[in-house]
């Protein structure tokens, strides 16, 4: 069904911005990685960032990989300048990943995990403990059970999903050449969600489309279909969201484009993928100011389900 509703709609998405061959982009990333780090280490994190802004301006493909670029700046920054005052400089460019990779290094280097675990993150800082769950599988070599186990810790439902999201962020964008996962097969995508509880599974089945998409790059019809056959009825609708968020983050500078895809979707699953597209405009921009500006983009049918999206947002980012 959703191959038949969205042929004009894929026509115009996938021709909206071309998809890089990914030895391309590796090349870039490291291009990239070099002057950010040379930026930071000269002139501070806030001109890391800056730089990023500029490069992502200059060069949209990278929009893709900009999260992890931002990781770079954060461990840039935690080397040049210590571990507090990085933390000061925070800056949320690309979805946050600056406090991501401070805390991740910092995690790394701490002789007594069980100490930094509870003593990093204030309580309600999402932030925080999304970065502890990337900092757990990067300290662990990527032992995804032995980090949702650390996250299972915490004592608040809120943090143990943060947590959790950062270990399966992790888990799918590891690069398995270089820093490689046991928890990736890429015949069997699913493999690392199921046997989870219901909660750790939906956030699995959330981040689960970023790895279809890189094993089929541009094939967003091929990720929904994968959402609607391989994932199990529970944690699909997450699926799905996360099939929005993914589609966003590919194309986030033409959010009406992914809305038509969505709007492709059977009624029952359409909302998710609008929630897991403003879900991802927010947090990129981590800004519910363009939150509310992308409200105003959207068709009327779509308008509640973003200023919700939005409106939770507000305790996460100031302006």
């Known amino acids: 069904m959703f191959r038949r509703l969205s042929i004009i709609g894929f026509a115009l998405l996938c021709g909206c911005s071309s998809i890089p061959d990914k030895d391309a982009l590796a090349l870039r990333y490291g291009k990239y990685t ?53 933390m000061a400089a925070e800056d949320d460019v ?3 990943g600056y406090i991501h990779g401070v805390i991740e290094t910092h995690l790394a280097k701490v002789p007594d995990l ?31 059970p032995g980090s949702l186990a650390q996250c299972s810790r915490f004592e608040r ?16 964008d590891t690069n398995g050449e270089e820093h490689f996962s046991e928890y990736l097969k890429p015949d069997d995508i699913y493999f690392p969600c199921r046997g989870q509880t219901a909660v750790f599974e939906g956030v699995c089945a959330l981040y689960a489309p ?14 929904y279909d994968w959402c609607m056959t391989e994932v199990p009825e529970g944690p699909r609708d997450a699926c799905i969201k996360g099939f929005g968020s993914v589609s966003m983050k590919q194309h986030i500078r033409n959010p009406v484009l992914v809305e038509q895809m969505c709007d492709a979707l059977p009624p029952e699953y359409a909302g998710f993928c609008i929630e897991g597209l403003v879900s991802y405009y927010v947090v990129h921009y981590a800004s519910v100011t363009k939150g509310r500006e992308l409200c105003a ?18 305790g996460f980012y100031e302006k």
Do not use: W
Request: with cysteine.
């Open 34 to 86: 070099d002057m950010l780090q040379s930026e930071t280490r000269l002139k501070g994190p806030r001109a890391g960032a800056d730089l990023l802004r500029t490069l992502i301006d200059n060069d949209p493909a990278i929009v893709d990989l900009c999260h992890g670029l931002s990781h770079e700046i954060g461990q840039s920054a935690y080397h040049t300048i210590g571990f507090e005052q990085a």
């Open 94 to 96: 690309c979805g946050s």
């Open 114 to 144: 069980e100490v930094a675990l509870f003593s990093l993150c204030a309580p309600d800082a999402a932030k925080c403990f999304h970065g502890l769950g990337h900092g757990l599988m990067d300290r662990s070599g990527n032992d995804l």
């Open 157 to 172: 439902n809120h943090q143990k999903n943060q947590c959790a999201e950062g270990v399966f962020m992790e888990n799918f």
């Open 210 to 223: 970023r790895y279809y998409l890189r094993l089929h790059p541009g094939d967003y019809a091929g990720a």
């Open 297 to 314: 983009m959207l068709n009327q049918a779509s308008v509640p389900i973003c200023e919700r999206i939005v409106a939770e947002s507000e």
